[in-house]
């Protein structure tokens, strides 16, 4: 009774936009979900980090974002970008967050700002400037100077915070939701596991200069060590598909395999970031009140994985669909992706480098690549389209369509919630329903571990019992039941537009439609968007259904063949170290001497770089690989199986001629490398196009 009172409570006293002469709508939330303009939401929120990728390119990258069925865009604010050197703040050309943030309302997109001032995001020192870390002060009672507490309520720390948060206030201003604008909420800090009164002072410093959002974030893991109050921050979860940091080279390490389970809403099912197995076993976040109290949301779903130079996944579409799909079943009412848009380091003001390595502060556990950040995302570095941006963009649409009757669905399970790593005796379904009405979602994939066909399986929701079916190896689908005079289907909703209803034939699956009139269509075939199946309702191919409703979709162009030359074969292997952290450390700028080394000459004919947005492909074999243009690093890759991709576009205007370094792979490297990548010692160059 008590947990009752609690909630009707804060159902009463939700944090609501109070507004004048606002064009946006009013923001709450309660225990389900977000609530915009009086209706019920299913928002998707993509990370793209506004500072890796120039500005020029921001219109048509949040544009393409937007096609993708992302309707919020999430974003960090690197300290470190803006206040190299302290009390000089540089929001100049891709660190301009005012532009940034105006592109975003253009595109009317919702904005969560991520404020910090730690954000990791595998950026040096976690954002956080390296003056922070040398600044001192004597202790009121004299003595001898200590070091400022950083990410703590040490005033002096606190002090360097406020300045910094007044600097992205006044870049903000006038474009907060309450003003019209697009920001619409902020997060303090990130993975934080500190008392809670940290993060209140963080948002009390932030509401004192003048933000005033619909409401507020942090990331519900790790544990804090003392709770924050009720309302104050919703805690946001995620999961990956794998992790880069771990400090096993074996394939499937960790407790990845978790996040393919349908599961009750707790703490995220993997290691969220964990360098070692301590951290993923905290207990559950601690809170005023339980999790439950609070709507199911998550801010880190991987979009993919970036590579460590000791570990580098392999990251596959179906990884972050089914992913998607689990979470959604398991009564996620905000998927947030991380990252659904890759991105390159910015060039630093200070001579010195702005990626995580094992030797910066305060994140100092991974070496990353210098200046790649491309994350195998949905949009990759330089927003190539890659295969789940079409297979995420179907499950978008329908989230959008029927966000309003999935968000007070309650989800039930009955599939065991904690299947074994690679057990295959279980079909992994659940169900959401008002009791009524539901969809069924299934998962049959589990990344790395083949899961065989399930046969005859008869599924059953909200009285209604669909035929005999086979779920075919590696299929995530979900079927409704009782939605919009569809009885059941064993297709997909996909989309309800225009007065019709838009299902995918789900791969190997028959479709039957069974409507509420009594008509059952049987063993249905896709007709496209030209021609119904029945009334108002469109069947469509996997194919298409990704790709409905695009306004703009790409020109595949024949390849561009670059001729190259090998100008230096590499020297003596360098000494791989396996350092304080554990892990092999990466090379140095001093072992890229030893390199071998390659010119690639580009077309003198200007055809290729009018193309649209495109990429110069090396396909190669190696350790890492550099690319220089004028003697100048541009991009770096560890080598994982996969091409290393540059847009032409951002060359120096008349570069026609590139320097790309290798270094070889070595014989036993403590590194993992997946399945795909070649791991023959040495190095070569496969081939160099232009696509």
Request: aromatic share 10%; proline share 8%; with cysteine.
């Given at each position: ?6 909630l ?24 389900q979900?977000?609530?915009i ?15 890796r ?44 967050l ?5 592109v ?80 619409i ?6 993975e ?34 003392t ?9 946001l ?18 407790s ?33 009140l ?26 596959y ?25 890759g991105?390159?380091?910015p ?8 990626h ?7 994140t ?15 949009l ?19 989230m ?11 989800p ?9 790593q ?36 008869q599924?059953?929701?909200?009285g ?6 086979t ?13 919009d ?6 297709g ?13 034939q ?9 409507l ?10 896709p ?11 469109y ?13 703009e ?14 100008t ?34 580009l077309?003198a ?10 990429l ?57 490398l997946?399945?795909?990548a070649?791991?023959t ?11």
């Amino acid at each position: 009774m008590k947990q009752l009172l609690l909630l009707a409570f804060a159902a009463i006293c939700l944090p609501t936009l109070s507004r004048a002469q606002n064009m946006n709508p009013e923001v709450r939330w309660d225990r389900q979900s977000l609530i915009i303009g009086g209706k019920r939401v299913v928002p998707v929120m993509g990370e793209v980090h506004y500072s890796r990728i120039p500005a020029e390119e921001w219109q048509a990258e949040v544009h393409k974002i937007k096609e993708g069925g992302v309707t919020m865009i999430a974003t960090y604010v690197f300290w470190n970008h803006i206040e190299e050197q302290q009390g000089v703040f540089n929001w100049s050309g891709q660190r301009d967050l005012r532009r940034f943030i105006e592109v975003c309302k253009a595109e009317e997109m919702p904005v969560v700002l991520r404020i910090g001032p730690f954000c990791h995001g595998e950026v040096r020192c976690g954002g956080i400037p390296d003056w922070v870390f040398s600044l001192r002060q004597v202790p009121s009672g004299g003595g001898e100077a200590r070091p400022v507490r950083s990410r703590s309520t040490d005033p002096q720390f606190l002090v360097c915070v406020e300045r910094f948060y007044r600097q992205i206030f006044a870049q903000v201003q006038g474009l907060q939701w309450k003003d019209g604008g697009p920001i619409i909420a902020c997060q303090f800090d990130n993975e934080y596991r500190g008392p809670g009164e940290y993060l209140m002072a963080l948002k009390h410093l932030a509401l004192g200069i003048g933000f005033d959002l619909p409401f507020y974030t942090r990331t519900g893991w790790p544990a804090l060590s003392t709770p924050v109050p009720y309302g104050e921050l919703l805690p946001l979860y995620g999961d990956y598909a794998d992790g880069f940091w771990e400090r096993s080279l074996r394939e499937g390490a960790g407790s990845y395999y978790k996040a393919f389970n349908f599961k009750a809403q707790e703490k995220p099912a993997t290691d969220m970031g964990a360098a070692d197995a301590a951290n993923a076993l905290a207990p559950a976040q601690a809170d005023a009140l339980p999790a439950e109290s609070y709507p199911y949301f998550t801010c880190e779903l991987g979009g993919g994985m970036t590579t460590a130079y000791h570990r580098r996944p392999y990251i596959y579409p179906e990884d972050a669909y089914a992913m998607a799909v689990v979470k959604l079943g398991s009564g996620s009412n905000l998927l947030g992706y991380y990252m659904y848009h890759g991105g390159t380091n910015p060039e630093s003001t200070t001579g010195i480098t702005l990626h995580e390595s094992v030797h910066t502060l305060a994140t100092a556990n991974n070496d990353m690549n210098v200046k790649s950040y491309d994350f195998q995302a949905p949009l990759g570095e330089f927003g190539q389209r890659n295969p789940h941006y079409y297979l995420l963009r179907k499950l978008h649409l329908f989230m959008h369509d029927w966000g309003e009757q999935l968000a007070p669905m309650e989800p039930s399970f009955p599939a065991p919630q904690d299947i074994p790593q690679g057990d295959d005796t279980h079909l992994r379904w659940a169900i959401r329903s008002n009791g009524t009405s539901g969809f069924i979602f299934i998962n049959n994939y589990e990344r790395l571990r083949p899961l065989s066909a399930k046969r005859d399986v008869q599924l059953s929701a909200c009285g209604v019992t669909l035929p005999k079916v086979t779920i075919p190896a590696a299929t995530t689908c979900i079927f409704p039941v009782g939605i919009d005079g569809i009885r059941y289907a064993t297709g997909q909703l996909i989309a309800k537009r225009h007065g019709n209803i838009y299902l995918e034939q789900v791969k190997g699956i028959p479709t039957t439609i069974a409507l509420e009139n009594g008509k059952t269509l049987k063993n249905v075939k896709p007709r496209g968007t030209s021609k119904p199946v029945y009334g108002n309702i469109y069947l469509l191919t996997p194919e298409d259904a990704g790709r409905l409703f695009l306004s703009e979709l790409p020109v595949d162009f024949p390849p561009i063949d670059v001729q190259w030359t090998k100008t230096q074969s590499a020297g003596a292997p360098r000494k791989i170290v396996v350092g304080k952290q554990k892990v092999a450390e990466a090379p140095t700028d001093d072992d890229f001497r030893q390199a071998a080394v390659y010119t690639l000459q580009l077309p003198a004919d200007p055809t290729p770089f009018t193309l649209h947005s495109p990429l110069l492909t090396i396909r190669y074999r190696g350790d890492v690989a550099r690319l220089y243009a004028d003697g100048h690093l541009i991009d770096d890759n560890f080598y994982n199986g996969r091409p290393f991709c540059y847009a032409l576009s951002r060359l120096p205007k008349g570069c026609q001629q590139l320097e790309l370094r290798i270094l070889p792979l070595q014989p036993d490297m403590p590194v993992y490398l997946p399945r795909e990548a070649d791991k023959t010692p040495g190095e070569e160059i496969i081939s160099v196009t232009i696509e």
